[in-house]
């Protein structure tokens, strides 16, 4: 039995010491192309791990269990189109037709590590949608790579203090 707590010690110790562990990932929000929450959870696993960041694993958290200590939460919000979508004759988003129309998204993705708050990542960008925008992509690696490194999550974890910033409503 006390192998069990030193080794859980350990872990949570490597993790506040800067590098590593398992990071569970949530998705919400409205993402063009992605009809449900375990399709999105699934494609930013993937595309984290692009970001290659040193000694950090990415799953994707299940449906419906109670969020873990170590995870990675991201939301997304379709910004206003100023594309003139009010006046628009064309029925919106007919089934996965967009119409290769670009759409300003702001992107969050929070860290927490066992169990508190941590960081903040924040970017705009300009997606058409779906799993295979190359726009959407390089949005998320960026975004993965700025939480991951050291003036991201080590600079928060280091200073004992989570970034201030506010969730998106």
Same mark, same amino acid.
């Given at each position: #039995?006390?192998?069990?707590?030193?080794?859980?010690?350990?872990s949570?110790?490597?993790?506040?010491?800067?590098?590593?562990?398992?990071?569970?990932?949530?998705?919400?929000?409205?993402?063009?192309?992605? $009809?449900?929450?375990?399709?999105?959870?699934?494609?930013?696993t993937? $595309? #984290?791990?692009?970001?290659q960041?040193? &000694?950090?694993?990415?799953?994707?958290a299940? *449906?419906? &269990?109670?969020?873990?200590?170590?995870?990675?939460?991201? $939301?997304?919000?379709?910004?206003?189109?100023?594309?003139?979508?009010?006046?628009?004759v064309?029925p919106?988003?007919?089934?996965?037709? *967009?119409?290769?129309?670009?759409?300003?998204?702001?992107?969050?993705?929070?860290?927490?590590?066992?169990?508190?708050?941590?960081?903040?990542?924040?970017?705009?960008?300009?997606?058409?949608?779906?799993?295979? &925008?190359?726009?959407?992509?390089?949005?998320?690696?960026?975004?993965?790579?700025?939480?991951?490194?050291?003036?991201?999550? $080590?600079?928060?974890?280091?200073?004992?203090?989570? &970034?201030q910033?506010?969730?998106?409503?």
């Amino acid at each position: #039995m006390a192998q069990v707590g030193l080794g859980s010690a350990r872990s949570v110790c490597a993790a506040y010491a800067g590098g590593g562990g398992r990071l569970e990932v949530e998705g919400s929000g409205a993402v063009p192309g992605f $009809h449900r929450s375990e399709q999105l959870r699934g494609y930013l696993t993937s $595309h #984290m791990a692009e970001a290659q960041p040193v &000694d950090w694993r990415f799953e994707p958290a299940a *449906t419906g &269990d109670a969020p873990t200590p170590d995870r990675v939460k991201w $939301h997304f919000k379709l910004d206003p189109y100023a594309g003139g979508e009010v006046r628009t004759v064309v029925p919106p988003y007919t089934d996965d037709e *967009t119409f290769a129309v670009h759409r300003p998204i702001t992107i969050e993705a929070r860290l927490y590590l066992n169990g508190k708050y941590r960081t903040l990542g924040k970017k705009k960008a300009n997606i058409e949608g779906a799993p295979d &925008d190359p726009n959407l992509v390089a949005a998320v690696v960026s975004l993965t790579q700025q939480l991951m490194s050291r003036s991201g999550a $080590h600079r928060s974890i280091n200073n004992g203090r989570p &970034d201030q910033g506010q969730p998106l409503r």
